[in-house]
């Protein structure tokens, strides 16, 4: 059983360009969400996708947009890139059960921005 | 919102002895406390958690406990091991269970 999914693992950009990041969640799971992790910090919550909506948002901002799938998989875009973007991007899934406070995390996406 | 604080930053242990990481929070309506363990190079990867509605949970040498009075959690690891090194975040998750608030992290060093 695969567990999240993320793609690409590494990308370097430059300012002002735009960006996607990909992620599959774990088989069963619905609920996606995604986290920012700046160096040597804990993760930050940027949002989170449940049946193709946004169903909360972090402090971020409107550069920052998500999209999820019928499949269940998403994305994560980044217009007009600004040096203090780069950080490990982090997908996390969860169970259908209600809660989905049990997040699984896949192992990033590393984005530079030169 | 809801912050969370943890402490300490970097802890070094021989290995055989105990660790200890503790983190305070600020919404007395979180109810959901998970802690992860981040390896170089690799995603958070949940390794315990605990509900409001309990006082301590133990798994093997892992354990937490929780204060909803004093809102504070803490993370014990006994007998260490080398391969527990790695950095250990906790985090708290509010009521609708849509948002993990994290702590900054506390990197363990385990010592052969």
């Known amino acids: 059983d695969a567990g999240v999914t993320q793609s690409p693992t590494h990308l370097i950009k430059t300012r002002g360009q735009q960006v996607t990041l990909r992620c599959s969640p774990k088989s069963g799971h619905d609920t996606v969400s995604w986290y920012q992790q700046a160096l040597g910090q804990g993760p930050q919550f940027i949002f989170q996708y449940y049946e193709e909506e946004e169903r909360q948002r972090g402090n971020f901002p409107d550069r920052f947009s998500g999209h999820q799938f019928p499949n269940y998989s998403s994305e994560l875009n980044v217009n007009a890139l600004l040096l203090g973007d780069s950080a490990l991007y982090l997908c996390?899934?969860?169970?259908?059960?209600?809660?989905?406070?049990?997040?699984?995390f896949g192992s990033g996406t590393q984005l530079s921005v030169l | 919102g809801e912050n969370v604080e943890q402490h300490p930053s970097t802890l070094s242990v021989q290995e055989g002895d105990s660790a200890v990481i503790k983190c305070t929070y600020s919404?007395?309506?979180?109810?959901?406390f998970p802690w992860y363990k981040q390896e170089l190079g690799k995603g958070p990867q949940l390794i315990i958690d605990i509900r409001s509605n309990v006082g301590e949970k133990k798994d093997q040498r892992i354990a937490v406990t929780l204060n909803k009075t004093a809102k504070h959690f803490s993370l014990h690891i006994t007998e260490t091991q080398p391969e527990d090194s790695a950095v250990y975040f906790c985090?708290?998750?509010?009521?609708?269970?849509?948002?993990?608030?994290f702590g900054g992290g506390t990197r363990l060093m385990v010592k052969p």
């Open positions: 996390a899934s969860s169970f259908p059960d209600g809660g989905s406070e049990k997040l699984f």
């Open positions: 919404d007395s309506a979180s109810n959901y």
């Open positions: 985090a708290a998750v509010n009521n609708a269970g849509n948002m993990l608030t």
